[in-house]
C-alpha cells in the first residue's frame, strides 16, 4: 500500500504541473455538455406551414391560429401560390400545406365527419413524422376546446401520454447519454497518454528500477484518474440539471457507484492501449477513436439497438456505454433503483473486470 500511496502522489504532482490534462479532465467535459446539450437536438420545429382555407370561418380561423401558436409551425417566408401546392413543396417554400375544406364550423356543431387535408413533404422523413404528429397534437386539442360537451366527434381520437418527458425535450434524453460519452471518452484519454508519457520520457524504466511491482504501478496511476473523472461526472451532472433542466429523480449515491465501476472500465481501455503505442500523440488519437465512435454509434444513444443489423446488435454488446446509458437515464429520469437496473450493473461489473483483467495482463507482458 505505501507504495502505490506514492506512484499515486506523484501522478496527482504530474496532473497538477501539466495544464493540458487539467484542461482536457476539467474544462473539455463542460463545454461538450454545453455545445452537443444544443447541437444534439431533434426537436423539428419552425416548420414552414401553407393553408389552404376554403372554410373562411372564425372557426377555421382559430384553428390556423392554432397551428402558428403551437411553437412547431410558422408561415412560410415568402408568399406562395397556392394555386399549385405541389410545385410549393418542390420549391421549398412550405414543408407541409394544410387543407381546410367547407363545413369545418357545422361539423363542430353537429359532430357530423369532417377530415382536414394535410399535404407533407416527405424527402425528411424525420421532417415529416414530427409534423404528422404535431398536427394530430394540435388539432385534438383545437376539437377538444371547440366541441360542446355534449358532443362528440365521430371515429377515435388517440389521446397521446409522454411518461418521463412530457416535454418531448430532446436535451432531457441526450444530456445524461453525453455523460456516458464523455467519461468514457475522458478516463481513456487521460490514462493512455500519462503511461505513454513515462515511456517517452524514459521515466517508466526508473518505475520499473524502483522496488513496486506492475499492479502497483497500475494501481497507483489510476487512482487519481478515478477522483478526476468522478469530479467531471459530479461537474457535469451539475450543469446538466442546473443548465439544462434535466430531471433527477432517482438515487445520487446510486449512480455514483456505477460512475465508478463504469469509470474503471474506462480507464482499463486506457491502459490497454497504453500498453500498445508509445507516443502520447498516438495513444490520444487511439483512444478517441477507440472510445467515442462505438459509444456514439453503437451504445443506443443516437440509434435504436433493436433496429440494427444483427451482427452490430452482438457487438453493442461489448460497449461499456450500452449499459451505463441505460442505468444513468434509468436513475436520473425514472428514478430506477437496482431491482430494476441489476441486470444492466451486472453486464457492466462482468464487462468491466474483463477489460481490467486483459489490460492488466497485456501491461505486463509489454513492461515484462
Known amino acids: ?20 490534462s487539467l484542461t482536457i479532465a ?4 463542460l463545454l461538450m455538455t454545453f455545445l452537443y446539450g444544443y447541437a444534439i437536438n431533434l426537436d423539428i420545429k419552425n416548420i414552414k406551414l401553407a393553408v389552404l382555407d376554403f372554410e373562411k370561418s372564425a372557426p377555421s380561423r382559430e384553428l390556423i391560429g392554432r397551428f402558428y401558436n403551437s411553437g412547431y409551425f410558422i408561415k412560410p417566408t415568402s408568399p406562395v401560390n397556392l394555386a399549385d401546392p405541389e410545385k410549393i413543396l418542390k420549391r421549398g417554400d412550405a414543408n407541409v400545406i394544410l387543407v381546410i375544406p367547407s363545413g369545418l364550423g357545422k361539423a363542430l356543431i353537429t359532430g357530423s365527419k369532417y377530415e382536414l387535408g394535410l399535404t407533407v413533404d416527405g424527402a425528411d422523413a424525420n421532417l415529416a413524422a414530427a409534423t404528422s404528429s404535431y398536427s394530430a397534437m394540435v388539432l385534438q386539442q383545437f376539437i377538444m376546446d371547440q366541441l360542446p360537451p355534449e358532443v362528440q366527434m365521430p371515429g377515435v381520437i388517440i389521446s397521446p401520454q409522454v411518461l418521463y418527458n412530457p416535454d418531448m425535450k430532446s436535451s432531457h434524453f441526450f444530456v445524461p447519454g453525453l455523460i456516458a460519452i464523455i467519461l468514457m471518452m475522458i478516463s481513456a484519454l487521460l490514462t493512455s497518454a500519462t503511461i505513454a508519457r513515462e515511456k517517452e ?11 513496486v511491482t506492475s499492479r502497483q504501478i497500475i494501481v497507483g496511476k489510476v487512482i487519481p484518474y478515478i477522483g478526476l473523472a468522478l469530479l467531471d461526472a459530479i461537474l457535469v451532472l451539475i450543469f446538466a440539471v442546473f443548465h439544462f433542466g434535466v430531471p433527477f429523480i432517482g438515487s445520487i449515491l446510486l449512480l455514483l457507484v456505477f460512475s465508478v465501476i463504469y469509470i474503471i472500465a474506462a480507464l482499463s481501455i486506457g491502459i490497454l492501449i497504453s500498453a500498445l503505442v508509445k507516443t502520447q500523440q498516438l495513444a490520444m488519437m487511439t483512444a478517441m477513436l477507440v472510445t467515442v465512435l462505438p459509444s456514439v454509434m453503437l451504445s443506443g444513444f443516437i440509434f435504436e439497438i433493436k433496429n440494427m443489423p444483427a451482427l452490430l446488435q452482438y457487438i453493442t454488446y461489448l460497449i461499456p456505454a450500452r449499459y451505463f446509458l441505460l442505468i444513468i437515464r434509468g436513475i436520473m429520469l425514472k428514478g430506477s433503483g437496482l431491482g430494476v437496473l441489476w441486470v444492466e450493473a451486472l453486464f457492466l461489473i462482468i464487462l468491466t473486470n474483463i477489460l481490467l483483467a486483459i489490460a492488466v495482463k497485456k501491461f505486463n507482458l509489454k513492461i515484462g
Open 1 to 20: 500500500m505505501p507504495n502505490i500511496k506514492y506512484i499515486a502522489i506523484k501522478e496527482i504532482r504530474h496532473i497538477l504541473r501539466d495544464p493540458r
Open 26 to 29: 476539467i474544462l473539455m467535459p
Open 201 to 211: 520520457t524514459g521515466t517508466m524504466e526508473q518505475l520499473l528500477t524502483s522496488p
